[in-house]
């Protein structure tokens, strides 16, 4: 099950989370959980975290929430395990899953 995050800010609340399509259009504009660039990574992961839910949410909006957040080391954690949550979900085999059990593929 896909964990999600719920911030409340001004009176308001928002629900972070990832699926497959909001993953794929965050990689199709160029991001990377990359620790060569922190500053940029942080926020870009945030800010995207808010896409599945609040899809027009300005950025300075999302960097504004962001700097009034405590335990950004433990949160910026999760938002990076729930970001790879859709691939390994797209990834994953049911159990008893495998080659030899009715394979749909070959390799010639």
Do not use: C
């Amino acid at each position: 099950m896909a964990k999600k995050i719920v911030i409340t800010h001004d009176g308001k609340d928002y629900t972070l989370e990832f699926n497959r399509r909001t993953v794929r259009q965050m990689e199709a504009n160029g991001f990377v959980v990359n620790t060569d660039k922190p500053m940029t990574m942080v926020l870009d992961l945030f800010h995207g975290a808010f896409a599945m839910h609040h899809r027009n949410i300005q950025r300075d909006k999302t960097e504004a929430i962001w700097d009034e957040q405590r335990g950004k080391d433990k949160l910026l954690s999760e938002l990076i395990s729930m970001y790879t949550e859709p691939l390994s979900d797209l990834m994953n085999e049911q159990e008893g899953d495998g080659e030899d059990e009715n394979p749909t593929w070959k390799v010639l």
